[in-house]
Protein backbone atom coordinates (compact mmCIF):
# COMPACT_ATOMS: atom_id res chain seq x y z
CA UNK A 1 0.00 0.00 0.00
CA UNK A 2 1.14 3.38 -0.78
CA UNK A 3 0.27 6.36 1.57
CA UNK A 4 0.32 9.72 0.42
CA UNK A 5 -3.27 11.21 2.13
CA UNK A 6 -3.88 14.96 1.16
CA UNK A 7 -3.37 16.99 4.50
CA UNK A 8 -6.67 17.67 5.42
CA UNK A 9 -10.11 18.89 3.84
CA UNK A 10 -10.31 22.71 2.50
CA UNK A 11 -13.51 24.76 2.42
CA UNK A 12 -12.88 28.27 1.47
CA UNK A 13 -9.12 28.93 1.74
CA UNK A 14 -9.42 27.06 4.90
CA UNK A 15 -7.70 23.44 5.97
CA UNK A 16 -9.48 21.62 8.74
CA UNK A 17 -6.24 19.05 8.92
CA UNK A 18 -6.99 15.42 9.35
CA UNK A 19 -4.58 15.04 12.49
CA UNK A 20 -6.87 18.05 14.22
CA UNK A 21 -9.79 16.54 12.86
CA UNK A 22 -9.21 12.93 14.49
CA UNK A 23 -8.63 15.16 17.99
CA UNK A 24 -12.30 16.81 17.21
CA UNK A 25 -13.77 13.26 16.56
CA UNK A 26 -11.71 11.84 19.66
CA UNK A 27 -12.94 14.14 22.32
CA UNK A 28 -16.73 14.11 20.63
CA UNK A 29 -17.06 10.61 21.17
CA UNK A 30 -15.95 10.47 24.50
CA UNK A 31 -18.37 13.54 25.41
CA UNK A 32 -20.96 11.47 24.01
CA UNK A 33 -20.59 8.38 25.82
CA UNK A 34 -19.84 9.89 29.08
CA UNK A 35 -22.76 11.55 28.37
CA UNK A 36 -24.70 8.00 28.52
CA UNK A 37 -22.88 7.01 31.55
CA UNK A 38 -23.51 10.32 33.50
CA UNK A 39 -27.62 9.77 32.52
CA UNK A 40 -27.25 6.18 33.63
CA UNK A 41 -25.47 7.20 36.84
CA UNK A 42 -28.14 10.16 37.57
CA UNK A 43 -25.25 12.79 37.65
CA UNK A 44 -26.24 16.56 36.27
CA UNK A 45 -24.81 18.30 33.15
CA UNK A 46 -22.59 20.57 34.90
CA UNK A 47 -20.76 17.82 36.84
CA UNK A 48 -20.27 16.65 32.55
CA UNK A 49 -19.11 19.59 31.27
CA UNK A 50 -16.49 20.00 34.37
CA UNK A 51 -15.34 16.82 33.26
CA UNK A 52 -15.15 17.55 29.42
CA UNK A 53 -13.03 20.74 29.99
CA UNK A 54 -10.53 19.14 32.28
CA UNK A 55 -9.80 16.06 30.58
CA UNK A 56 -9.36 18.19 27.41
CA UNK A 57 -7.15 20.40 29.44
CA UNK A 58 -5.46 17.36 31.18
CA UNK A 59 -5.15 15.68 27.71
CA UNK A 60 -3.15 18.33 25.43
CA UNK A 61 -1.17 20.11 28.32
CA UNK A 62 0.13 16.24 29.63
CA UNK A 63 0.89 14.99 26.43
CA UNK A 64 2.59 18.00 25.42
CA UNK A 65 4.80 18.11 28.34
CA UNK A 66 5.06 14.61 28.53
CA UNK A 67 6.71 14.68 24.76
CA UNK A 68 9.03 17.66 26.10
CA UNK A 69 10.37 16.24 29.40
CA UNK A 70 10.01 12.34 28.47
CA UNK A 71 11.01 11.95 24.69
CA UNK A 72 13.08 15.90 24.22
CA UNK A 73 14.18 17.65 26.90
CA UNK A 74 17.83 17.69 25.21
CA UNK A 75 16.09 20.24 22.21
CA UNK A 76 13.60 22.15 24.86
CA UNK A 77 15.75 22.52 27.52
CA UNK A 78 17.10 25.48 24.99
CA UNK A 79 14.28 26.19 23.70
CA UNK A 80 11.84 26.74 26.95
CA UNK A 81 9.59 29.21 24.60
CA UNK A 82 8.86 26.59 22.42
CA UNK A 83 7.18 24.01 25.30
CA UNK A 84 3.93 25.71 24.89
CA UNK A 85 4.08 28.06 22.16
CA UNK A 86 2.90 26.81 18.41
CA UNK A 87 5.76 28.74 16.55
CA UNK A 88 10.04 29.31 16.64
CA UNK A 89 10.43 32.48 17.33
CA UNK A 90 14.40 32.77 15.93
CA UNK A 91 13.52 32.51 12.99
CA UNK A 92 9.74 32.78 13.74
CA UNK A 93 8.15 29.88 11.82
CA UNK A 94 4.64 28.63 13.03
CA UNK A 95 5.42 24.81 13.84
CA UNK A 96 2.13 24.15 15.54
CA UNK A 97 1.99 21.68 18.48
CA UNK A 98 4.77 19.15 17.13
CA UNK A 99 5.17 16.45 19.43
CA UNK A 100 2.68 14.71 21.91
CA UNK A 101 2.91 11.75 23.98
CA UNK A 102 0.93 9.52 25.44
CA UNK A 103 2.03 8.39 28.65
CA UNK A 104 2.38 12.50 29.23
CA UNK A 105 -1.29 12.47 28.75
CA UNK A 106 -1.96 9.71 31.18
CA UNK A 107 0.01 11.69 33.71
CA UNK A 108 -2.22 14.86 33.16
CA UNK A 109 -5.80 12.76 33.25
CA UNK A 110 -5.10 10.80 36.00
CA UNK A 111 -4.02 14.42 38.05
CA UNK A 112 -6.95 15.93 36.83
CA UNK A 113 -9.11 13.25 37.56
CA UNK A 114 -7.99 13.33 40.84
CA UNK A 115 -8.68 16.85 41.37
CA UNK A 116 -11.84 16.39 39.88
CA UNK A 117 -13.03 13.68 41.78
CA UNK A 118 -12.91 15.64 45.05
CA UNK A 119 -14.97 18.43 43.67
CA UNK A 120 -17.87 16.11 42.56
CA UNK A 121 -17.20 14.44 46.50
CA UNK A 122 -16.74 10.67 44.25
CA UNK A 123 -14.34 7.78 44.70
CA UNK A 124 -10.96 8.90 42.66
CA UNK A 125 -11.53 4.74 41.35
CA UNK A 126 -15.15 5.57 40.57
CA UNK A 127 -14.42 8.40 37.76
CA UNK A 128 -11.63 6.52 36.14
CA UNK A 129 -13.74 3.28 35.91
CA UNK A 130 -15.64 5.23 33.81
CA UNK A 131 -13.82 8.06 31.97
CA UNK A 132 -11.55 5.12 30.50
CA UNK A 133 -14.23 3.80 28.46
CA UNK A 134 -13.83 7.85 26.17
CA UNK A 135 -10.26 7.71 26.46
CA UNK A 136 -9.90 4.60 24.80
CA UNK A 137 -11.97 5.29 22.10
CA UNK A 138 -10.39 8.91 21.71
CA UNK A 139 -7.16 6.90 21.52
CA UNK A 140 -8.18 4.52 18.30
CA UNK A 141 -8.39 8.09 16.44
CA UNK A 142 -5.38 9.56 17.96
CA UNK A 143 -3.61 6.34 16.39
CA UNK A 144 -5.73 7.23 13.36
CA UNK A 145 -4.57 10.95 13.17
CA UNK A 146 -0.93 9.53 13.05
CA UNK A 147 -1.30 6.92 10.57
CA UNK A 148 -2.75 10.78 8.58
CA UNK A 149 0.11 12.64 9.36
CA UNK A 150 2.67 9.51 8.71
CA UNK A 151 4.38 9.53 12.26
CA UNK A 152 4.76 7.04 14.59
CA UNK A 153 5.11 4.54 11.87
CA UNK A 154 7.53 1.37 12.45
CA UNK A 155 10.32 -0.70 11.16
CA UNK A 156 10.86 -1.15 7.61
CA UNK A 157 8.81 -4.29 6.64
CA UNK A 158 9.39 -7.08 3.78
CA UNK A 159 7.77 -6.03 0.84
CA UNK A 160 5.66 -9.62 0.78
CA UNK A 161 4.22 -8.31 4.23
CA UNK A 162 0.26 -8.07 3.31
CA UNK A 163 0.03 -5.13 5.58
CA UNK A 164 2.83 -3.03 4.68
CA UNK A 165 2.86 0.54 3.74
CA UNK A 166 5.52 3.01 1.85
CA UNK A 167 4.90 6.12 3.21
CA UNK A 168 5.59 8.70 0.93
CA UNK A 169 6.31 11.71 3.13
CA UNK A 170 8.08 9.86 5.94
CA UNK A 171 10.64 11.60 7.83
CA UNK A 172 13.46 9.31 7.72
CA UNK A 173 13.56 8.30 4.26
CA UNK A 174 13.52 12.25 3.39
CA UNK A 175 16.80 13.23 5.86
CA UNK A 176 19.12 11.78 3.30
CA UNK A 177 17.45 12.70 0.11
CA UNK A 178 16.50 16.38 -0.90
CA UNK A 179 13.01 16.27 -1.83
CA UNK A 180 12.33 19.81 -3.48
CA UNK A 181 15.96 19.23 -5.15
CA UNK A 182 15.31 15.73 -6.55
CA UNK A 183 11.64 17.20 -7.97
CA UNK A 184 12.00 20.73 -8.71
CA UNK A 185 8.18 21.12 -7.31
CA UNK A 186 7.01 24.94 -5.99
CA UNK A 187 5.81 22.86 -2.80
CA UNK A 188 6.11 19.47 -0.58
CA UNK A 189 2.95 18.60 -1.59
CA UNK A 190 3.30 18.83 -5.16
CA UNK A 191 6.49 16.92 -5.22
CA UNK A 192 4.91 14.67 -2.79
CA UNK A 193 2.27 13.67 -5.74
CA UNK A 194 5.31 13.86 -8.18
CA UNK A 195 6.93 11.02 -6.23
CA UNK A 196 4.24 8.98 -5.83
CA UNK A 197 2.51 9.43 -9.74
CA UNK A 198 5.73 10.67 -12.04
CA UNK A 199 7.13 7.92 -13.56
CA UNK A 200 10.37 10.14 -13.84
CA UNK A 201 10.76 9.19 -9.84
CA UNK A 202 10.09 5.27 -9.93
CA UNK A 203 13.20 4.66 -8.71
CA UNK A 204 12.91 7.16 -6.02
CA UNK A 205 9.39 5.92 -4.90
CA UNK A 206 10.94 2.43 -5.49
CA UNK A 207 13.42 3.38 -2.69
CA UNK A 208 11.29 4.50 -0.16
CA UNK A 209 10.65 1.39 2.31
CA UNK A 210 7.64 -0.46 2.89
CA UNK A 211 7.01 -0.19 6.75
CA UNK A 212 5.03 -1.63 9.60
CA UNK A 213 1.70 0.87 9.93
CA UNK A 214 2.00 0.46 13.80
CA UNK A 215 -0.72 3.45 14.04
CA UNK A 216 -3.05 0.75 12.62
CA UNK A 217 -1.83 -2.11 14.94
CA UNK A 218 -2.40 0.06 18.17
CA UNK A 219 -5.47 1.74 17.06
CA UNK A 220 -6.88 -2.09 16.27
CA UNK A 221 -6.03 -3.31 20.04
CA UNK A 222 -7.79 -0.16 21.43
CA UNK A 223 -10.74 -0.98 19.52
CA UNK A 224 -11.08 -4.56 21.09
CA UNK A 225 -10.31 -3.04 24.53
CA UNK A 226 -13.07 -0.68 23.93
CA UNK A 227 -15.03 -3.28 23.24
CA UNK A 228 -14.15 -5.39 25.89
CA UNK A 229 -14.32 -2.10 28.50
CA UNK A 230 -18.25 -1.24 27.15
CA UNK A 231 -18.86 -4.77 27.63
CA UNK A 232 -17.59 -4.64 31.60
CA UNK A 233 -19.53 -1.27 31.93
CA UNK A 234 -22.70 -1.95 30.38
CA UNK A 235 -23.21 -5.60 30.85
CA UNK A 236 -21.67 -7.04 33.91
CA UNK A 237 -21.62 -5.92 37.28
CA UNK A 238 -17.63 -4.81 37.12
CA UNK A 239 -19.00 -1.19 37.69
CA UNK A 240 -19.55 -2.03 41.03
CA UNK A 241 -16.22 -3.10 42.14
CA UNK A 242 -13.69 0.10 42.40
CA UNK A 243 -10.99 -0.19 39.74
CA UNK A 244 -11.84 -3.35 38.22
CA UNK A 245 -12.41 -1.59 34.39
CA UNK A 246 -9.84 0.57 35.51
CA UNK A 247 -7.42 -2.18 36.43
CA UNK A 248 -8.39 -4.10 33.16
CA UNK A 249 -7.67 -0.46 31.10
CA UNK A 250 -4.11 -0.11 32.73
CA UNK A 251 -2.99 -3.82 32.12
CA UNK A 252 -4.03 -3.99 28.41
CA UNK A 253 -4.02 -0.50 26.71
CA UNK A 254 -0.31 -0.41 28.02
CA UNK A 255 0.23 -4.13 26.69
CA UNK A 256 -0.90 -3.12 23.55
CA UNK A 257 1.52 -0.44 23.32
CA UNK A 258 4.34 -2.65 24.86
CA UNK A 259 4.29 -5.10 22.19
CA UNK A 260 3.43 -2.82 19.25
CA UNK A 261 7.09 -0.82 20.84
CA UNK A 262 8.55 -3.85 19.35
CA UNK A 263 8.14 -3.28 15.59
CA UNK A 264 8.21 0.65 15.64
CA UNK A 265 10.61 2.50 15.00
CA UNK A 266 12.47 5.27 18.12
CA UNK A 267 10.54 7.84 19.45
CA UNK A 268 13.96 8.89 20.90
CA UNK A 269 13.86 9.72 24.32
CA UNK A 270 16.29 8.01 27.69
CA UNK A 271 16.17 4.52 26.13
CA UNK A 272 19.96 4.74 24.50
CA UNK A 273 20.72 5.32 28.58
CA UNK A 274 19.03 2.10 29.68
CA UNK A 275 19.25 0.46 26.97
CA UNK A 276 17.09 -2.91 26.58
CA UNK A 277 13.49 -1.32 26.09
CA UNK A 278 12.65 1.77 24.28
CA UNK A 279 11.39 4.76 26.05
CA UNK A 280 7.50 4.16 25.60
CA UNK A 281 8.08 0.21 26.97
CA UNK A 282 9.82 1.75 29.80
CA UNK A 283 7.28 4.18 30.48
CA UNK A 284 4.33 1.86 29.97
CA UNK A 285 5.35 -1.16 32.60
CA UNK A 286 4.87 1.05 35.81
CA UNK A 287 1.24 1.27 33.93
CA UNK A 288 1.11 -2.34 33.67
CA UNK A 289 2.03 -3.37 37.24
CA UNK A 290 -0.45 -0.71 38.89
CA UNK A 291 -3.02 -1.96 36.49
CA UNK A 292 -2.46 -5.73 37.39
CA UNK A 293 -3.08 -4.61 41.06
CA UNK A 294 -6.02 -2.06 40.91
CA UNK A 295 -7.37 -5.29 39.03
CA UNK A 296 -6.64 -7.85 41.47
CA UNK A 297 -7.31 -5.97 44.31
CA UNK A 298 -11.01 -4.55 42.94
CA UNK A 299 -13.01 -7.44 44.63
CA UNK A 300 -11.95 -5.73 47.78
CA UNK A 301 -13.68 -2.04 46.88
CA UNK A 302 -17.23 -2.83 46.22
CA UNK A 303 -19.32 0.07 45.64
CA UNK A 304 -21.91 1.32 48.46
CA UNK A 305 -24.08 4.49 48.36
CA UNK A 306 -21.20 6.63 47.09
Known amino acids: MIWNPSEGITIAGFTLRFYSLMFVIAFALGYYIMKKVYERENRSQDELDKLFFYTFIATLLGARLGHVFFYDWDYYQNHLSEILLPFRLNPFEFTGFAGLASHGAAVGILLAMFYYSRMIKKPFLWILDRV ?150 WLSIPFIIAGIYIWATAKNRPVTNI
Open 132 to 281: VLSITIGGVFVRFGNFFNSEIYGHIADKSMPFGVKFIREDEFWQSNNLMGITQAASKNEAYKLIETDPRFSTILEAIPFRHPTQLYEAFGYVILFIVLMFMYWKTDARNYLGKIFGVFLVFLWLIRFVVEYVKESQGGFESSLGLLSTGQ
